[in-house]
């Protein structure tokens, strides 16, 4: 892991870390560390390798850091998608946040904006049944994680995932 | 990058496809041109082998629903085996076990298309 936002030039990504005492009332501190990687499907597992990293030192055993980098993949899989139609020139930004026992991720991008509630939670049965496509990912990250929220703001959409250490 | 192979060989009349690496957005259209080309070539007993596969994503999984009903349709199946507990997780979380019979063992899976085949002549 870096410790500056210079980019690697060998993998077109972006990597900073920070420790803040950001805390409301303890004493503890958060650490931050961010990546930024192109729209690219091939990036995906920069991604992956990157929050799986942090869940490890964080402490979550392998099953939860795997389903850590899932859930990343699926969230930078859909704006790839859907927020960016496949526009390789845009970029994706991972947030990394850290103060136990709370692991947050908020991936951002500045592309369409996405209505989760557009989006009807699938009956996995009848889904299936139907050999229907897509829409899962959205279905996986709410299974994978403890919290997932969408937020739009004025330049840019959040989608923000947390995962408890218990 | 990481990798995603796939190697095609025979056991019987079983067609079977070893997948080796990550199953993501990147590379599941790898997978899909896998099956389109044995769907074309009408061999529609078709069983994957996981043994090597070491992620997938939705993605990935998406694939094994998008060509479910065209080798039903033909007569055959998608069946699976050897998937480590990992990658089993992530088919059992979306419910395929409902829908796709997935052996802990190759000669399992190639044994139940033989059985199929005796049941149907």
């Known amino acids: ?166 | 990058m990481n990798e995603f192979k796939i190697s095609f060989r025979v056991s019987g009349k079983v067609h079977v496809m070893d997948l080796k690496g990550y199953l993501d957005a990147h590379t599941a259209p790898n997978l899909e041109e896998a099956f389109q080309k044995l769907i074309k070539e009408e061999k529609f007993n078709i069983l994957v082998n996981c043994r090597e596969l070491a992620y997938i994503s939705s993605a990935g999984l998406g694939v094994f629903m998008a060509f479910i009903e065209d080798v039903r349709t033909g007569g055959g199946d998608i069946k699976m085996s050897n998937m480590s507990p990992k990658v089993y997780n992530i088919f059992d979380l979306l419910g395929f076990p409902m829908l796709y019979e997935i052996f802990t063992d190759e000669h399992e899976a190639v044994k139940k298309f033989d059985a199929k085949k005796q049941s149907s002549k």
């Open chain 1, 1 to 166: 892991m870096q410790k500056n936002n210079r980019a690697n030039k060998d993998d077109g990504c972006y990597r900073k870390k920070e420790i803040g005492t950001l805390t409301s009332g303890g004493n503890q501190k958060t650490t931050r560390l961010n990546l930024r990687i192109p729209s690219q499907t091939e990036k995906l597992n920069m991604a992956r390798e990157f929050v799986a990293d942090a869940a490890k030192v964080f402490g979550f055993k392998e099953d939860d850091v795997n389903n850590i980098a899932l859930a990343v993949d699926e969230a930078c899989t859909n704006i790839i998608k859907h927020a960016y139609s496949y526009d390789a020139d845009k970029e994706i930004d991972i947030v990394v946040s850290m103060k136990k026992p709370e692991f947050e991720i908020l991936i951002e991008d500045r592309g369409k904006h996405f209505n989760p509630n557009q989006v009807p939670v699938p009956n996995m049965k009848e889904y299936m049944s139907h050999y229907k496509r897509g829409g899962l990912g959205m279905y996986l990250m709410k299974k994978l994680m403890d919290k997932v929220e969408y937020s739009i703001h004025p330049k840019k959409n959040v989608v923000r995932l947390i995962k408890y250490l218990h």
